[in-house]
């Protein structure tokens, strides 16, 4: 059996790594009455920490505890598979170690997968700077990942909000159980001013419950994580991968019946189910997953698929590019549950709102000086930063423009010069 390890860096990295680990012992622990410790325990769970603490100016001090701490994690593994590294973009900690630890792995560990969970910070987040710490990870996001799944503190708050809703229109007959991620201590649901960041957790950590469930337990069509890499990355500057998860009632523990099998699949590809605010439906896809998890056949998942090719703009040197999995297990509670990963021009908005809010410091070379008084910091790594990211807008732009028949051709060949 393939093994992972999971990285999980900055304060965003740590709350949401626990989370899964919580609900991941939560599975585990329904599906093996007996507690033994099984293979599927065995794929993730090690009594190693693998947790990395600090910033990035403190990268180059630790980086020979921070190997040694890698290495001893990758020797307890009889096949490592792939690394996940999860944190956040706009704090020092989470957006500069956590790349550090990137290149620190490409470095070490060439050969396995390296899968980033990155968090985006909204535009009223209060780090000033976040814009100059998003921007300068994500050229080492370009360069050093193999896949990243963007996801928008934003479109986690909304999805919180549905959830709220859900609960309290009343005409679905929920109630929630009384130690839910959406209750308060006091039995009672959140207020939106709130700012529920346990619940927002909870959606990044059922997406990865998602996203792992194959390497845990067993199912008809079982995929491996580097498959995700494999088929859903034409390109290798563009492996950011949209996801979604379906139904929404899954993130919370709230008792209500099941959707329509084929109405959670529609919601898979629908604005509101976005982990990122962006609407897949009206841009280019370059490829699409599903990973379904519970009572579900091979043939709705082609049924289903057939049903809503017409309506998705798939690229047209890939019309078929779709990769399927199948996990019998389902989230402890419900009946299924659906994970869609899409590789789809959806993303560069994100991007392009992230270039403005950088731009509107750089112009003024606001809070720059915190910056360049660190040692091997120099401003010459933020030009190259938001170079980056423009050849990353203008990648997707072309690809746009192949949608409507301007260009048949996109960014394939210049890749491969």
Sequence with gaps: MTQSVVVQVGQCGNQVGCRFWDLALREHAAVNKKGIYDEALSSFFRNVDTRAVGCKVYGCQYRENIVEKLRKTAEHCDCLQCFFIIHSMGGGTGSGLGTFVLNLLEDEFPEVYRFVTSVYPSGEDDVITSPYNSVLAMKELNEHADCVLPIENESLFDIVNKIHQMINSGKLGSTVKPNSLVTSSAGTAKTVQEKPFDAMNNIVANLLLNLTSSARFEGSLN????????????FPRLHYLVSSLTPLYTL??????????????????????????????HSLYLACALLVRGNVQVSDLRRNIERLKPSLHFISWNQEGWKTSLCSVPPVGHSHSLLALANNTCVKP?????????MKLYKKKAHLHHYLQVDGMEQGCFSEAISSLSDLIEEYNELDASKGGLRTDPSRLKIAV
Excluded: C
């Design 252 to 281: 919370a523990d709230v008792n209500i019946p099941s959707r329509r099998l084929d109405q959670m699949f529609s919601d898979a590809f629908s604005r509101d189910h976005q982990l990122i605010r962006a609407d897949p439906k």
């Design 223 to 234: 995929m491996d994580l580097n498959e995700i890499s494999m088929n859903l990355v034409p």
């Design 350 to 358: 994100t991007f392009m709102e992230l270039k403005d809010r950088f």
